[in-house]
Nanobody, 118 residues
Framework: QLQVVESGGGLVRPGGSLRLSCAVS????????YFWYRQAPGKERELVAS????????RYADSVKGRFIISRDNAKSTAYLQMNSLKPEDTAMYYC???????????WGQGTQVTVSP
């Protein structure tokens, strides 16, 4: 069974940190890029960060550059999003996607909620 499962969300105060995890199963994920998206209430889904299978290329939205770090462990079929210096505007549902362009396949998780509040 193909699964993408996010975890690690929660409530944190401004300036705090969280690490999100994205665990995949049911397919070989080390040929896939990983993407983290977020969606706040009333807003469009936003691409936050991405990482290639070999971890060489990592991209970030301008809003999170210098604060968030995307990484992956192919042996564990897991991607991570380390979020530091969190701000209230980072509050959103965070989603993980495993995708690859050559066959247009992609798999989404159900999301994990991140709330940044005093």
């Amino acid at each position: 069974q193909l699964q993408v499962v996010e975890s690690g969300g929660g409530l944190v105060r401004p300036g705090g940190s969280l690490r999100l995890s994205c665990a995949v199963s049911g397919f070989i994920s080390d040929t896939y890029d990983y993407f983290w998206y977020r969606q706040a209430p009333g807003k469009e889904r936003e691409l936050v960060a991405s990482i290639t299978p070999n971890s060489i290329n990592r991209r970030y939205a301008d809003s999170v550059k210098g604060r968030f770090i995307i990484s992956r462990d192919n042996a564990k079929s897991t991607a991570y999003l380390q979020m530091n210096s969190l701000k209230p505007e980072d509050t959103a549902m965070y989603y993980c996607k495993a995708g690859r362009s050559y066959d247009n396949s992609e798999y989404w998780g159900q999301g994990t909620q991140v709330t940044v509040s005093p």
